[in-house]
């Protein structure tokens, strides 16, 4: 790269002076040194082989060593020319010193040229592929005899050569153990036996030189060539007959293949449209049976609804004051009423009006669910309060009568009252129960 060179002085200096090395190298130890080849026999560039050995030949009688009266430079002088010589009739190795001489400064190219014209090999290639083929079919050769040795000591081939024998002998295989067979006729036989096993192909006594490397490349493999080419043209209108039922074939197959693909297709997309169908149908059930749930969830409050009315309905009733007393609690009053032939008695709080006997009362019962919650059964002023008193109504009769006020009990008195209390709640339960069978 001119530009890295540039911008590197150093590597370009070393450059030059490893090119100037290499090429005083070349010089001092490839072709004529220092002198020209040409000019050390008297030649032109354009000399050609005759004009190069006739100058050679003329210096070499002048200059030769062992002629008489020589002086020493003249040894020196005959190495030079007989170097140049050498150089000169060599095709290949002239040609790499003329491109020397018009490229010394390639000096790699040209020591590759020189080191290529010089070490070339003598042998010529097709000498060395001949040497090469013949040791190949001389071990082939080697190797056939072994298999053949092999195959003829093998048990199978002693068994087929017995029934050879055997075949042979007129009393079969008693005659052939009692000697019918002498050792000239066993070699008869064994002669045939094996001349028969040569003539199968593939059979180890069938190979011989004419099955090595050289015999096969210039005799049976062209043979076989030519014999595949003249059944191929002697077989041309069956072969394309063939080649045309093949395409036709092929052709079949692939459109076989493609309905198939199109089969496959076609199951896949309707396999997606049901998967598709069947999902809608589960999103659509899905929904009806949604739709059913918050249904039958309506229809369930609404019956709650319906039932928790039928059953304030069921335990508020309209019933008749018979009697009204106050208790000693103050404010309270214990309050009697009839309610369609069930008796029962009330307590009312101080906060809540006292009705007047024969008035007409809406009384919650026992169970029923109020505002302020389940109405229950208790015990208050020292008497059972079995429900609620919900509105007054009209009045029956023109008077009230006095509410009498209880007189205060002695001790004794009042541990009996205590004794009759699990009476009183009897009677009452005997009422809460017809009350529950009037309500059913």
């Known amino acids: 790269d001119i530009e890295m060179l540039t911008r590197s002085p150093m590597q370009l200096l070393l450059l030059v002076a490893l090119a100037a090395g ?9 072709y004529c040194g220092d002198e020209n080849c040409y000019t050390l026999l008297g030649l032109e560039r354009a000399a050609d082989f005759a004009d190069i050995k006739k100058a050679f030949r003329s210096l070499s009688m002048t200059l030769h060593p062992d002629s008489p009266d020589m002086p020493e430079e003249s040894t020196a002088m005959f190495q030079k020319i007989a170097a140049a010589y050498e150089v000169l009739s060599d095709e290949q190795l002239r040609d790499a010193y003329n491109y020397y001489l018009d ?6 190219t040209n020591k590759m040229k020189y080191y290529r014209a010089v070490y070339k090999p003598q042998t010529p290639v097709w000498a060395v592929i001949i040497v090469l083929l013949l040791m190949i079919c001389i071990g082939q050769i080697f190797h056939f005899g072994e298999r053949k040795k092999t195959f003829m000591n093998s048990p199978q081939f002693r068994k087929e050569l017995e029934e050879e024998y055997v075949a042979n002998c007129t009393r079969g295989r008693h005659g052939y153990q009692t000697g019918e067979l002498n050792e000239a006729k066993k070699k008869k036989i064994r002669k045939g036996f094996e001349d028969r096993l040569s003539e199968i192909e593939g059979c180890p006594l069938a190979l011989n030189w004419s099955h090595t490397l050289i015999p096969l490349l210039v005799y049976r493999w062209p043979q076989r060539l030519a014999r595949w080419a003249a059944w191929r043209v002697s077989n041309s209108s069956e072969l394309a007959e063939e080649r045309r039922a ?7 197959e692939a459109e076989k293949e493609r309905r198939e693909e199109e089969e496959a297709e076609r199951q896949a997309a309707e396999k997606e449209r049901m998967k598709k169908i069947k999902a809608q149908h589960l999103e659509e059930r899905l929904r009806k049976e949604e739709e ?7 229809e369930a409050l609404r019956e709650a609804a319906a039932e928790a009315e039928r059953d304030q309905v069921a335990t508020t009733v309209s019933c008749k004051v018979t009697s009204v007393t106050a208790l000693k609690k103050k404010g309270h009053h214990l309050v009697e009423v009839n309610c369609n032939g069930d008796e029962l008695q009330l307590v009312v709080e101080p906060d809540a009006p006292v009705p007047r006997v024969g008035q007409l009362v809406t009384v919650a019962l026992e169970g029923a669910k109020l505002d302020s919650g389940v109405v229950k059964r208790r015990k208050v002023g020292g008497e059972w309060s079995e429900g609620v008193l919900l509105e007054l109504g009209s009045v029956e009769e023109a008077a009230s009568p006095e509410v009498e006020p209880l007189e205060p009990l002695d001790a004794e008195v009042e541990v009996e009252a205590e004794s009759t209390m699990p009476e009183v709640s009897s009677s009452a339960d005997t009422r809460q129960r017809k009350k529950g069978k009037a309500k059913a």
């Open 22 to 30: 290499g090429l005083r190298g070349v010089v001092a130890e490839m």
């Open 103 to 108: 490229h010394p400064d390639e000096a790699f």
């Open 246 to 252: 093949a395409e036709a074939e092929a052709r079949e």
């Open 292 to 298: 059913q749930k918050q249904k039958w969830a309506e």
